[in-house]
Nanobody, 115 residues
């Protein structure tokens, strides 16, 4: 059974950094596109960043220049390096992966940025 295992969330002060990881377990196949979304209560889930199977990254406007997405094909893992964090980055962050014919979601990891 395919699972996405997220880690790296937590509490950080404004201006600080965190690194999120999302590893695919239960599959021998390499993921296609991999993405990070975030959501705050009462709002729609927002695309933060994505990376194609070829390694091309793309970002939401609110995180450009501060966040970096990367992937490790050998580990079937995607990372999100978050720098210069702001209180408005506070949200639950979700990993999202296209694998074979399906799209999978992680369980979410809380990121809280204090001012």
């Amino acid at each position: 059974q395919v699972q996405l295992v997220e880690s790296g969330g937590g509490l950080v002060q404004a201006g600080g950094s965190l690194r999120l990881s999302c590893a695919i377990s239960g599959s021998i196949f390499r993921a296609n596109a991999m993405r990070w979304y975030r959501q705050v209560p009462g709002k729609q889930r927002e695309l933060v960043a994505g990376v194609t199977s070829g390694g091309s990254p793309y970002y939401g406007d609110s995180v450009k220049g501060r966040f970096t997405i990367s992937r490790d094909h050998a580990k079937n893992t995607v990372y999100l390096q978050m720098n210069s964090l702001k209180p408005e980055d506070t949200a639950v962050y979700y990993c999202n992966v296209d694998l074979q014919l399906y799209t999978y979601w992680g369980q979410g990891t809380q990121v809280t940025v204090s001012s």
